[in-house]
Each structure stands twice: as structure tokens, then as C-alpha cells.
């Protein structure tokens, strides 16, 4: 068996614009900055992947436009293998993301462009890729009948299949049951299981729910509390790293679920690769940014060393 990662996602261009508040409906502010740069989960995750040292392959569809020269050129730097279709008639996603000045919390819209139209012929166009890899990734951008059809092709083809549901939707029946790990953060835990999630208590409680629903094993993600792991046998809270003050936090689910797709990849136990995510999640956040941020497999190291 191979060592592949294998993700299934949207790319979308990131704008960030930074201020001191978000303006309310009808209001013009001034912002304090502005940035362009690559996003889009599932690219975002692939790229935090490879940088960590996984061997990483991106199925998605693009435009012929320049985010989609943007994309490339992000894949090319992080060592990222593109599998993708490009198409003139529509066009690359972007994404607007504000960020609170104050905090680096952020609020963000996403429009996943021709990756909204990603198909189930498309998926089955990959079924080689998709069935022969290690760990197989996806999350909710692009059209949900497709990465519904990618995890039962991982599945069946002997992959760890992780599903990060976000952004928050309804799942058809069975889905969760094709997944060993499901990542999603507090209010995305609170979207599958109904259980509101304030606390590492909280989580544990979501996390028995969506072990009931199916999945291998849960990992709430909990933002600067770290993370809640629970595989049916063992609930461990992995409490978060601190790499310095944090700048924006836009990619940090992204940083964890790549660093913890990478760290399942070469063997690390799940739990050590719960933890890994974590250290990537908490270098990600001291930068601005999102595929920019991620760190590399020696920064990574260096903070576990320190602090794990």
C-alpha cells in the first residue's frame, strides 16, 4: 500500500479584509487590510498536508482564469499533485472573509465557483486514486452526493476516511457511517448531534453521539482549547499549544485536519496524530492567512518537541 493522501475539495480565492468590526447591513466602514491569497478548504487541508511531509494528490474542478493560475502555483510551492478538470464556462471560487481586528476571529462567505458542479462522474473518474489511497479527506464545498460517493469508493477500497463537515449541513443517511474520523468544530458538532458545545464536557457528549451515528471515532476540534478525541473506548482532551500570539485563525481547522490526515498516513496511533494536528493548527494561527500559514514538518516538530 501506498503512503498517498488523497483530498477531495474546493479552491477558492481568499479576500480578507481586516477591521476593527464588521459593518452592519446598509453600513460602509473602513477596513484596516486588505489581502488576496489561495483558500478553500479542501485545498487549504491539502496544502497543510504536503508541507508536513504528506504525499498529497487535490481532485477538484477550476476555472481558466487567474485563481485558477492562483491555485497552481499554490499546489506547485506545497508539493501538492493536482487531479483536476479545468472549464471556461464558469468560474475559480472566492471567498470573503472578514476578520475582527482584535481577536483574529472571522466570518466568511463562500462561493466554490465551477467546484459547486463537481459530480459523481467525477468522483468515479478518480475511483483508481480514490479507492488505492491511504487516507482519503473531504468536507462539505463541494456538491454533497459527490463526497458521499468518494468515502464509500475510500471505504471499499481499504482507505481511513476522514470527513470534516463544514462548512455545517444536513448529511444523507449513511453517510457518517462510511467515515473512521469525523472532524467538526463546536458548532458543527452541535449541527449533526444537536448538542451544544461550551465545554470539553460538552464535546465528550456530542462526540458519544456521533459514535452512535456511526463513525470510527470523533475529534471535536475546540479552537483554543485543543481538541476532544473519543474513539468509543478512550474520550482524551488534547489540550491546544501555544506557538505565540495569534494573528487570525481563519485556517486553523484546515491546519488541523491536514496535519492530522499526514500524521495517519505514515502510521503515527490516532491519538498522536490528534496531537500533531493540533501543534499544526497552533503555528497556523500565529500568521496571517490561510494556505500561507501552514508550517512545515520541522516547525512542527520543534513544537512538539518543546511542548508535547
Known sequence: MTQDIVVLGVFVADTSYRADR?????????????????????????????????????????????????????????????????????????????????????????????????????????????????????????????????????????????????????????????????????????????????SVEQATQAAVALLGAGVGAAIITLGENGALFHDGAVAVHVPAFDAGPVVETTGAGDAFNGGFAAALARGDAPLQAVRFGCATAAISVTRPGTAPSMPDLAEVRMLLAAQG
Not at 459593518?23 to 486588505?34: C, L, Y
Not at 443517511?173 to 462510511?178: N, Y
Request: glycine share 14%.
Open 22 to 198: 464588521a459593518p452592519r447591513m446598509g453600513e460602509t466602514i473602513m477596513g484596516n487590510s486588505f489581502a488576496l491569497g489561495p483558500g478553500g478548504k479542501g485545498s487549504n487541508q491539502a496544502v497543510a498536508a504536503a508541507r508536513v511531509g504528506g504525499n498529497v494528490h487535490f481532485i477538484t474542478r477550476l476555472g481558466r482564469d487567474p485563481f485558477a493560475d492562483m491555485a497552481l502555483a499554490t499546489w506547485d510551492r506545497a508539493g501538492v499533485i493536482p487531479k483536476i478538470t479545468q472549464h471556461g464556462d464558469s468560474y475559480t471560487g472566492a471567498a470573503y472573509i472578514f476578520v475582527e481586528e482584535a481577536t483574529g476571529d472571522n466570518a466568511i462567505i463562500v462561493c466554490p465557483g465551477v467546484a459547486g458542479t463537481i459530480s459523481v462522474a467525477d468522483i468515479d473518474a478518480r475511483a483508481d486514486l480514490i479507492g488505492g489511497a491511504t487516507v482519503f479527506m473531504t468536507q462539505l464545498e463541494q456538491p454533497m452526493a459527490a463526497a458521499h460517493h468518494a468515502l464509500g469508493l475510500a471505504r471499499a477500497g481499504g482507505a481511513v476516511t476522514i470527513l470534516n463537515p463544514a462548512p455545517a449541513a444536513d448529511l444523507p443517511a449513511g453517510m457518517l457511517g462510511l467515515c473512521d474520523y469525523v472532524t467538526p468544530n463546536e458548532s458543527e458538532a452541535e449541527g449533526l448531534t444537536g448538542v451544544s458545545v461550551a
